[in-house]
C-alpha cells in the first residue's frame, strides 16, 4: 500500500506540472533563481541597463539583485542554501575564500542554508552598512533600514557583529539583534521576520514558512546535486489546494512492531521515544540542559499535593526574576513534532510559565493553581535541522516546577498543514477495517492551516484491535476537521484498543484565536478545528484503554450529540481525566457530554470532567447519563472538577439515570470537609465561594441508580474565587 505525507504529496504534485530539469548552472555562477514572484531586475556591471529578473537566470559574483513591491526572488547559492530577497530589497551576493557574502544596503532577506552541504569552517554572511550576520547551518532573518540593522535567528547556529562591537558574538535563535542590543524575539517580531505572505494569518505565517522555506532548501539541493539542473520552487501555498487521493493508509503508519525509534545519536527519526536530553530532571541533574537568565533551578522530589511522586525542576530565582531552560534538537525538516511536559505549583499566585518552539511561544500562563496540570501537547511542522525547545519562568513568587519532558515525532496516516486540503464526498467512513488489527502512531494530525473536509465519518473498525501510542486524532494551530456526516466521527464496534500511552488523549483539540465573551466576561478560543454532526466518540462491545479521552485547549467545541457514547458491554478506562478543558475552551452541548447504556467508564485518577483555565461548558440537558445498569467509577478524584475561574452551566442534572436501573456511580477522594450544596458534598478551595455554586436537582431518576462516595469524598471540586457552577436540574 502507499502512503502519502504532506511533504510526498507536495513534491508529486510539483513534479507533475514542471519542466525537465535544465542545465546546471554556470561553472563562474555564484547561484541561480529558483522563484520568481513579482518583478525584480538585476544589474550587471558589463550590462548598460538593469534587466528584469527570469526563472533559471544564472547570478554572478557583483550582481545586484532589486525587488519592487510585493515580490520577492529565491536564490540558489552553491548546492547548499536558499536565499529569499523580500519586496524593496537591494543585494549583491559574492564570493570569497571560505564564505559567501550577500551585501545588503538597503531591505530585507531570509536566508536558510544546509549544514550538511556546508564545509568545515564555511559560512555565508550578510552584511549591511553597520553589521555582519554570519550563518551556517541555520535560518535567519535580516534587514537593514535608516541607519538600522535587525537580526533574528529562526534556528541553529548565527553569529553577529555590529560596528560598535568589537567581537563578534553568537546569535542564539529566538533572538534578536537591533544594531548593538539583543534580546529575545517576541512571537510578534517571529512573524513579521519571517512571514512573506499577507494573507496568512500572523500567527501561523512563520511557522508555515520555515517548514515550506526547508522543503524548499531540501528539494532544492537534492535537485541540483542529483540531476544537474533546477526546477522552480513554488512560494508556500502557491500551488493551491492539495487533493490527497482516496487510498486506504494501511500500513504506511509506521514499520510492523510498534512506533518507530529516533536513529542512533538522536535526529527525531520517529516516534515511540524522546530524543530529548534528561527530560525526567534526576535529582541535581540538568545535563543537556542549557540555563539562563536568573538560573535559580533545583531538583525537589513531589509533595503528596501533586498528582505523581518523582523529582521535578523547581526556579526559585529571586522575586520578580525570569529563568530560563532550553534544548536545541536535532529535527527533521517537515516532521510534525509532540512536545508533551508536567507543570507543578504550590499555588502561590502569581507565576508566570512560557514554553517556546524554535523561537516561537506556543504555550503561555500565569497563575497556575496548586495542583499538576499533566500534559500539554503542541504540534508543529519542524523548522529545520536544529530546533531550540525552551521553557521560561517567573517568580512572582509562585513556585513553578516542570518535569516528564519529551519530544518525539509523530508519523500520522495523515498529516495534513499549511496549503493541504483533504476533500471526501462520499459517506463511507475515511478508513474502514473489519478483522484487521492495526498498530500506527496516529491516525490524522491537521494542523497549521490545513483542511480536512469529510462527507463520512472518518473511522469504523469493526473487531479490529487497535493500538495508537498518540492521539488519534489532532487538530492543533489553524488547523480545521469537518465531517457533515450524522453518523459518529469515530465508531469501534466490538475489539480491545489502546489509546494515547505517551499520554496523550484520543483526541486532542486545540485553537488560537480568542476573544472577550459577552456575556461571561471570560477570554474563550473563538476557533472551530473540529466540526461534527454526530457523536464524536461511540463504542459497542468494546473494551478501550486510554490516557484521556478528549481534550480541548482554546477552541470553540459545538456539539449536538454526546461526545462519549459507550453501549452493549463496551468498557472505557482513562489514567487521567477523561474529558479535559484545559485552558479558554468553549464547549456546548445539546444533550449530555457523556452517554452510558449498559457499560462502564472508569477514571484511574482525575475528574471524569475537567474544567480548568477559565474555559466555559453549556450543556443542555444531563451532564452524565447512565442507563440500564452503567456504571462510572473515579477511583482518585473527583467526578467534577472546576478551576481557574472556569464556568459550567447545566440546565439539567449532574447526573441522569434511566433505562431498567441499576446503575451505579462511585467516587473515591479525599477533598473533604466540604460545604454541602443542593444535597453534594462540593470541596471549595482557592477562594471559591459557596455564592458562586448553585445546584438544583442533582440527581435524576434517584431510584434507578445509586451515587457512592468514600469517606470525604467530594462529589464536585471547585477552586478560585471566580469559578463558577450551575445545575439547574430540569
Excluded at 504506511?252 to 529516533?262: A, I
Excluded at 483533504?422 to 463511507?428: E, H, I, K, P, S
Excluded at 482525575?606 to 466555559?616: K, P, Q, W
Aim: contains cysteine; glycine residues 14%; aromatic residues 6%.
Amino acid at each position: 500500500m502507499r502512503r502519502w505525507t504532506w511533504i510526498a504529496a507536495v513534491a508529486a504534485m510539483t513534479a507533475s506540472f514542471l519542466p525537465p530539469p535544465v542545465a546546471a548552472q554556470s561553472s563562474d555562477a555564484v547561484g541561480i533563481v529558483t522563484t520568481i514572484d513579482g518583478r525584480a531586475t538585476v544589474a550587471r556591471p558589463a550590462l548598460p541597463s538593469p534587466l528584469a529578473i527570469k526563472f533559471k537566470d544564472d547570478v554572478f559574483g557583483r550582481d545586484r539583485i532589486s525587488t519592487q513591491e510585493n515580490s520577492l526572488v529565491r536564490v540558489l547559492l552553491g548546492g547548499k542554501a536558499i536565499l529569499t530577497v523580500r519586496e524593496l530589497s537591494q543585494v549583491t551576493i559574492s564570493e570569497e575564500p571560505g564564505r559567501a557574502v550577500v551585501t545588503l544596503p538597503d531591505g530585507k532577506v531570509v536566508l536558510a542554508v544546509d549544514k550538511k552541504r556546508m564545509r568545515p569552517g564555511e559560512s555565508i554572511e550578510i552584511r549591511t552598512p553597520n553589521a555582519v550576520a554570519a550563518v551556517r547551518g541555520s535560518y535567519a532573518f535580516v534587514g537593514y533600514s535608516n541607519g538600522t540593522t535587525t537580526a533574528i535567528c529562526g534556528a541553529g547556529d548565527c553569529t553577529y557583529k555590529h560596528d560598535s562591537q568589537t567581537t563578534t558574538i553568537p546569535l542564539p535563535p529566538g533572538q534578536r539583534a537591533s544594531n548593538a542590543q539583543v534580546a529575545p524575539a517576541s512571537p510578534g517580531e517571529m512573524n513579521q521576520a519571517f512571514n512573506f505572505r499577507s494573507s496568512l494569518p500572523m500567527n501561523q505565517a512563520e511557522k508555515t514558512f520555515q517548514a515550506a522555506e526547508q522543503m524548499n532548501v531540501a528539494g532544492g539541493v537534492a535537485q541540483f546535486l542529483n540531476t544537474g539542473g533546477l526546477v522552480p520552487i513554488p512560494p508556500p501555498g502557491s500551488i493551491g489546494p492539495l487533493q490527497i487521493p482516496n487510498i486506504n493508509p494501511i500500513g504506511g503508519g509506521q514499520p510492523p512492531g510498534g512506533p518507530s525509534t529516533p536513529p542512533s545519536g538522536g535526529g527525531g527519526g520517529g516516534g515511540g521515544s524522546s530524543f530529548l536530553v534528561n527530560g525526567g530532571f534526576e535529582t541535581g541533574d540538568f545535563s543537556g540542559w542549557t540555563r539562563s537568565g536568573n538560573p535559580g533551578f533545583t531538583s525537589v522530589t513531589t509533595s503528596a499535593s501533586f498528582v505523581r511522586s518523582g523529582t521535578f525542576a523547581a526556579f526559585l530565582g529571586p522575586i520578580g526574576s525570569d529563568g530560563f531552560l532550553s534544548q536545541t534538537l536535532e529535527t527533521v525538516p517537515g516532521k510534525p513534532y509532540i512536545v508533551s511536559f508536567s507543570l507543578r505549583s504550590d499555588g502561590g499566585l502569581p507565576n508566570d510559565f512560557n514554553a517556546s518552539w524554535a523561537g516561537t511561544s506556543f504555550f503561555s500562563q500565569t497563575n497556575i493553581p496548586l495542583g499538576e496540570y499533566l500534559t500539554y501537547t503542541f504540534t508543529e511542522v519542524a523548522p529545520g535541522a536544529s530546533t531550540v525547545l525552551q521553557f521560561g519562568f517567573r517568580n512572582d513568587p509562585g513556585f513553578l516546577g516542570l518535569d516528564d519532558v519529551s519530544v518525539v515525532a509523530d508519523p500520522p496516516l495523515y498529516f495534513l498543514s499549511s496549503g493541504d486540503t483533504l476533500r471526501r464526498t462520499g459517506t463511507d467512513p475515511l478508513l474502514q477495517l473489519s478483522g484487521t488489527p492495526q498498530t500506527f502512531d496516529s491516525l490524522m494530525i491537521v494542523c497549521c492551516g490545513g483542511e480536512a473536509r469529510l462527507a463520512g465519518p472518518l473511522l469504523r473498525a469493526t473487531d479490529s484491535d487497535l493500538t495508537v501510542p498518540y492521539s488519534l486524532v489532532s487538530v492543533l494551530q489553524g488547523g480545521t476537521l469537518v465531517s457533515t456526516s450524522t453518523d459518529p466521527l469515530v465508531q469501534l464496534l466490538g475489539g480491545t484498543h489502546s489509546f494515547g500511552s505517551a499520554g496523550l488523549p484520543i483526541f486532542d483539540i486545540a485553537g488560537v484565536s480568542t476573544a472577550t465573551d459577552a456575556e461571561t466576561g471570560l477570554s474563550l478560543g473563538t476557533d472551530r478545528p473540529l466540526q461534527f454532526s454526530g457523536s464524536l466518540f461511540e463504542t459497542s462491545q468494546a473494551t478501550v484503554t486510554a490516557h484521556q479521552a478528549v481534550r480541548v485547549d482554546t477552541a470553540l467545541l459545538e456539539a449536538t450529540a454526546p461526545l462519549l457514547v459507550l453501549t452493549n458491554g463496551s468498557k472505557l478506562t482513562t489514567a487521567a481525566d477523561t474529558i479535559q478543558l484545559s485552558h479558554q475552551a468553549k464547549v456546548s452541548s445539546l444533550g449530555s457530554l457523556v452517554k452510558l447504556d449498559r457499560s462502564s467508564l472508569v477514571v484511574a485518577r482525575g475528574a471524569a470532567l475537567n474544567i480548568a483555565g477559565g474555559s466555559l461548558l453549556r450543556v443542555t440537558g444531563d451532564l452524565f447519563s447512565l442507563t440500564n445498569g452503567s456504571t462510572l467509577s473515579v477511583l482518585n478524584g473527583a467526578l467534577l472538577s472546576l478551576s481557574g475561574g472556569s464556568m459550567l452551566s447545566v440546565n439539567g442534572a449532574l447526573i441522569g439515570f434511566g433505562g431498567s436501573g441499576g446503575n451505579l456511580v462511585s467516587v473515591a477522594n479525599s477533598f473533604c470537609p466540604c460545604t454541602t450544596i443542593g444535597g453534594i458534598p462540593v470541596s471549595l478551595t482557592g477562594g471559591a465561594l459557596a455564592s458562586n455554586v448553585s445546584i438544583t436537582g442533582a440527581i435524576k431518576n434517584s431510584g434507578l441508580g445509586t451515587v457512592n462516595l468514600a469517606p470525604n469524598a467530594a462529589l464536585i471540586r471547585v477552586d478560585g474565587a471566580a469559578t463558577r457552577v450551575t445545575i439547574g436540574g430540569l
